[in-house]
């Protein structure tokens, strides 16, 4: 069935990444404001130039939902269009997803996607 | 045990939404501010009146733990009072939960809901 | 592998919650601004000093990623430090997590956390 592939990654990072799903044909995406830390919690990270000292920093949050058999190819894309290669270049993680729906057709499943 | 139903729909839906799962007894739900697109990217969504060339439409996501055995009536009634049948009406998606608990009792599982 | 470890909460106890998680020598969190409502809908419910008569009331949702092995003591400091008693503390719930990716790295699994 689908899985829903949640990323977490830098803020300007975002456009290189709906490119890179674009050119896989993903249809969709979710995306929020969240603000997060990671393993250097309390040591400083760079965001739009000012270094952050505190605790969070802004990143975006983005859903994808795919199906089963693209949600590889879908992860290690969105990982190499966000990485930058600086700390607090995000995290990516993949659940299972029992039913999708689209509302509009009441499609459901793969064909909701 | 629990499933955990998501909704990413039309802001102004938002009101409508609420109802159909208060008439079937849905005790709570949380909301967050997302953006996002589907498979028209690129094509124009109207949203307040006002035509989207963008890529990104303001649409609101929903989560709401219902029981496993609501799961089912809890998506059709939330799918039904979501739609409105021109495009970007959302996506709505089912995923197991392992575990609930409600802070303030500790209660556990089904009765944490 | 990874469970997910969403948590709703009042927002003023996310500092709690953050100190409780860091004694446990937990990595990362991702906080974001939500709504929502539980039981009482249509009750009241106190937000900085104000009674809320309407039905949506600002919580901070938190989410953690941890390894499985982690996720019933992170859950148990996470309640006990969200706690006030009052009505609103919140919801908390554990998902199973099929992929973690650490951006900057590459790492997977564990390792990634
Ligand atoms: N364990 C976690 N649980 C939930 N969210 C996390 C976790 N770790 C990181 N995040 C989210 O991902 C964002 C980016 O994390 P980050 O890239 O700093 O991870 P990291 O493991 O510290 O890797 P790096 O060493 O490359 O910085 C954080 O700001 C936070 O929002
Ligand atoms: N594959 C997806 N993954 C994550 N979120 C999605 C996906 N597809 C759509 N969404 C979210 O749902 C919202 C509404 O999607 P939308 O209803 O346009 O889907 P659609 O498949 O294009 O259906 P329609 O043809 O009726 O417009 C989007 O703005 C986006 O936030
Ligand atoms: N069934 C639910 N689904 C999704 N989110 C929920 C659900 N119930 C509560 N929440 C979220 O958790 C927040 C806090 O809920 P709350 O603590 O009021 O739950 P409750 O069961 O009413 O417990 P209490 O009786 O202690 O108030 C809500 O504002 C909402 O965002
Ligand atoms: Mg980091
Ligand atoms: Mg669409
Ligand atoms: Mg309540």
Redesign the interface.
């Known amino acids: 069935m689908?899985?829903?592939v949640t990323?977490?990654?830098k803020p300007f990072k975002l456009e290189d990444v709906?490119g890179a799903l674009?050119a896989l044909g993903i249809?969709?995406?979710?995306?929020?404001?969240?603000?997060?830390?990671?393993?250097q919690?309390g040591h400083t990270e760079v965001y739009r130039g000012a270094e952050y000292q505190v605790?969070?920093v802004p990143?975006v949050?983005i859903e994808v939902?795919v199906d089963d058999i693209d949600a590889a190819k879908v992860?290690d894309s969105l990982?190499a269009a966000?990485?930058?290669?600086?700390?607090?270049?995000?995290?990516?993680?993949?659940?299972?997803?029992?039913?999708?729906?689209?509302?509009?057709t009441?499609e459901r499943g793969l064909d909701?996607l």
């Not at 993949?94 to 509009?104: A, L, Q, Y």
């Open positions: 689908a899985k829903l990323a977490v990654i709906k674009s249809a969709g995406l979710t995306v929020s404001e969240v603000q997060g830390y990671g393993r919690k605790d969070f990143k949050r939902l992860v990982v966000a990485r930058t290669g600086k700390i607090g270049d995000g995290k990516v993680w993949v659940t299972s997803v029992d039913e999708v729906i689209r509302v509009r009441g909701a």
